[in-house]
């Protein structure tokens, strides 16, 4: 029997034992950790961020990905039961590890440089670090086809980028933002630091649902980034984003069983 669940389907029983583990230690987290806390959390528009480090302690950031960049190295159904317990505490958890993880980890670790992984993952993956993913713009909601953010190149190895991205999950609080911009090259990703001149965050109040998750706006306003350090060199076009999103949409569903369970 697995303690504090209803089981009908016999899922656990499809599970190896290192995913149980992994379910165990998630579930028990949430319980302790989440569920006193959360519901005041909501009504105040706050998000949990001592739980941050702890979650990167557990390793549920970018679970899936290798061990040499600082990551757990586990299964993608060990990852996905990771989302359905951080949902079944709360939907904002879920989405800061799902970002985390699955948007701005997971595009460095398939699009970026070697530097890039071997400098942002481990970070990332402790917790250390905080990342955001802009991709959605004010005028252009789920279609990024539509896309209005530039970045064009600049002597000396630079670019500059001008845009303004909407519902960024994570935005106000992150270290570096993945940014996605039309070049005359088609679309690519850059990395964007806190404290690039040109560059804020403001977040989103308000909301009605999601209220303990960090949303934010990013408005990007000449700002200059260095090639080697922001560019992925790794995609080009609309296919970069789109990868990122089905990596995302994976743990999202996973992770709306975990809030079924919740509601149940």
Not at 52 to 77: D, H, K, N, R, T
Not at 96 to 119: C, D, H, N, R
Not at 231 to 236: E, H, I, M, Y
Request: aromatic letters at 10%.
């Amino acid at each position: 029997t697995f303690k504090h669940m209803t089981d009908y389907m016999g899922f656990q029983g499809l599970l190896t034992e290192e995913e149980r583990m992994v379910r165990e230690a998630a579930r028990d987290f949430v319980n302790a950790e989440v569920l006193p806390i959360i519901e005041k959390h909501a009504q105040n528009q706050t998000f949990p961020t001592h739980l941050i480090p702890m979650m990167g302690e557990l390793g549920f950031y970018g679970p899936s990905l290798p061990e040499e960049y600082g990551c757990a190295g586990l299964s993608s159904v060990a990852y996905g039961i990771l989302m359905y317990e951080l949902e079944r505490g709360d939907s904002g958890l879920r989405s800061f590890a799902s970002v985390q993880g699955s948007l701005v980890m997971w595009p460095i670790y398939a699009y970026g440089s070697e530097a890039q992984k071997k400098y942002w993952l481990p970070k990332l993956a402790k917790g250390e670090k905080i990342g955001c993913f802009g991709l959605t713009e004010p005028d252009f909601g789920s279609n990024p086809g539509g896309m209005l953010t530039k970045a064009v190149k600049e002597p000396g190895g630079k670019w500059r980028i001008n845009g303004t991205k909407m519902w960024i999950t994570n935005g106000t609080v992150a270290d570096v933002a993945v940014v996605w911009a039309q070049t005359e090259d088609g679309i690519r990703g850059f990395l964007v630091e806190k404290g690039t001149p040109g560059f804020s965050a403001p977040e989103t109040h308000g909301k009605w649902s999601l209220r303990a998750s960090v949303t934010s706006e990013l408005i990007l306003e000449d700002v200059i980034v260095d090639e080697e350090k922001s560019l992925l060199p790794n995609v080009k076009g609309l296919k970069g984003p789109l990868g990122c999103l089905t990596q995302a949409r994976y743990g999202i569903a996973w992770g709306a069983l975990g809030a079924a369970d919740a509601s149940y």
